[in-house]
């Protein structure tokens, strides 16, 4: 049995499906215009690949804010960015430039809170939160505790301004799902280039 078994997950192509071999893979997606693919180790994270859009994008009338924040050599230079989409188009989109000092996961929560000011400022009030930082979608929830002083005073803040919706969740998604989010982070710390 091999240890570095491969699963090819087609998301869109002409037959959607895992593949356990890349010539299997290929006859789905090549030509194919518009194909969705992937190799992943994991059968677990190929299969969440394939039902990403169905679970997630495919909500109808539920407003999905993308969330991200980066660092770049952590402390770094830092920047978030946040976007709102409803059936699966962008509404609104933000991005921020935070300093050239700053830790990945204040960077994560500034994305968050940025995140809810948009959708604040579009007068929303109910949203669903996707992020790829486990770290913050775990202590949002109150399953892990806050323990550095500079995330606590974030983490309540967030908190604060999360109870100004009727209804708010929050949920994590591997990063290659937060492409849009992780766009918009990099867009902000490519301007410390101005500064």
């Excluded at 997950?9 to 356990?20: D, E, S, T």
């Excluded at 000092?101 to 994305?111: H, L, R």
């Excluded at 940025?114 to 996707?130: C, F």
């Excluded at 770290?135 to 803040?157: A, G, T, Y």
Aim: hydrophobic share 40%; with cysteine.
């Amino acid at each position: 049995m091999s240890l570095n078994k491969a699963f090819y997950a087609v998301r869109k192509g002409r037959k959607p499906g895992i593949y356990l071999s890349w010539p299997e893979c290929l006859k789905q997606v090549s030509e194919f215009k518009g194909a969705e693919y992937k190799k992943f180790s994991s059968l677990v994270d190929a299969e969440d690949f394939i039902t990403f859009k169905e679970k997630f994008l495919d909500k109808l009338n539920t407003y999905l804010v993308f969330c991200d924040g980066g660092s770049r050599s952590n402390p770094g230079i830092a920047g978030c960015g946040a976007a709102i989409l409803l059936n699966n188009k962008i509404i609104s989109s933000s991005y921020e430039y935070l300093g050239k000092k700053v830790t990945n996961n204040v960077a994560e929560y500034k994305g968050l809170i940025l995140g809810m000011n948009i959708a604040l400022a579009n007068d929303l009030n109910t949203i669903e939160v996707l992020m790829d930082s486990n770290l913050i979608v775990k202590q949002m929830k109150n399953e892990w505790k806050v323990h550095e002083p500079d995330l606590q005073v974030l983490h309540k803040s967030a908190k604060d301004k999360s109870s100004n919706f009727l209804d708010f969740k929050i949920n994590y998604i591997p990063r290659e799902r937060n492409s849009i989010a992780d766009e918009l982070a990099n867009l902000a710390m490519d301007l410390s280039k101005q500064n």
